[in-house]
């Protein structure tokens, strides 16, 4: 017997066997009737401009697109900082509001309400426009202050906002001086328009201004923001020939005055808040809410001073 034969045979023995192929992987799971909508999955978006890290949720319940009525807009007040954002993200919201001011020491633009300092990490204007863009949601701009509304247009175009889902909301003045500058570079944004100065009280005739602000611009989409104790019955009919109406405000029973407005005929965003006030809030949160209003006022006074 030679040599060779018996090595073909050990071959044989100690070879070892192909593995089997891996199994199939298992078919996407389907959401079966009767389970609750709203966020499927979290993972992270990355900035641009190496901006910082957020977590953000898979919603698709809660986009918006141009066809919807703004009746059914769920509007997030506020989402300035990274933490505000954030919980606005894993909300039913399908609106979220940012509000857009200079920076304090420095010439870029930010999201902040105030006029000084705030708790949190303020996004900057391209970061809320840029992760903004990517959840999905509709966007309100208040711009703050209007002297900057064109740089505010210029980072709006470089994002590249979807206009269908971009919403201005502006003072009565910086309509007069911006609005036909929006409607030539935003034709399909709507354009949100506030009342002119006055007593309070929003009537016929503040409505009447408006309207003609409105008209002067161009048309296409148009809200009027009115804060829902302002706002009177023949008001409402007079916008309701150039736009929709928006209310805003804050309420101890908030679901109510908002089926109360929709009754008046308010056919736009209902942003109706809970009332806020220091006697509601536990010594514990009036105690950290005081710590935060002197740490932001302290760090605004030494960024004044340098």
């Known amino acids: 017997m030679s040599f060779g034969f018996l090595n073909r045979i050990r071959r044989k023995v100690v070879a070892r066997p192909k593995p089997p192929p891996p199994p199939p992987p298992p078919p996407p799971k389907t959401k079966s009737a009767g389970e609750p909508t709203g966020y499927s999955q979290v993972d992270s978006f990355q900035a641009p401009r190496g901006a910082r890290t957020i977590e953000r949720a898979s919603a698709p319940g809660n986009t ?15 989402t300035n900082t990274k933490e505000e954002f954030q919980a606005a993200l894993q909300s039913e919201a399908n609106w979220f509001e940012g509000d857009v001011r200079k920076e304090l020491n420095h010439d870029s633009l930010e999201m902040r309400h105030d006029t000084t300092h705030e ?39 470089r994002v590249g906002v979807p206009q269908e889902r971009l919403m201005l909301n502006l003072g009565f003045g910086d309509v007069k001086t911006w609005g036909e500058e929006i409607r030539t570079r935003f034709p399909n944004a709507i354009l949100a328009i506030n009342p002119p100065p006055g007593d309070g009280t929003v009537r016929a005739a503040d409505a009447r201004q408006m309207v003609d602000e409105a008209r002067r611009a161009g048309g296409g989409p148009t809200t009027f923001v009115v804060h829902h104790e302002s706002l009177t019955d023949e008001a409402i009919e007079v916008f309701k ?47 950290r809410d005081g710590l935060d209003a002197g740490k932001n006022w302290a760090r605004t006074r030494w960024d004044r001073l340098f």
């Open 64 to 78: 918006w697109s141009g066809d919807m009525p703004l009746s059914e807009a769920r509007n997030a007040h506020r």
């Open 119 to 157: 708790s949190g990490d303020n996004l900057s204007l391209h970061e809320w426009l840029s992760m903004g863009t990517e959840s999905g949601r509709g966007l309100k701009l208040d711009i703050k202050e209007g002297e900057h509304m064109g740089a505010v247009l210029d980072e709006i175009e």
């Open 241 to 287: 020939t150039a736009g929709t109406v928006s209310v805003w405000g804050n309420a101890e029973d908030p679901t109510k005055v908002a089926a109360e407005m929709r009754a008046r005929g308010v056919d736009g965003m209902v942003d109706i808040g809970s009332n806020y006030n220091w006697g509601s809030l536990s010594r514990a949160d009036g105690v």
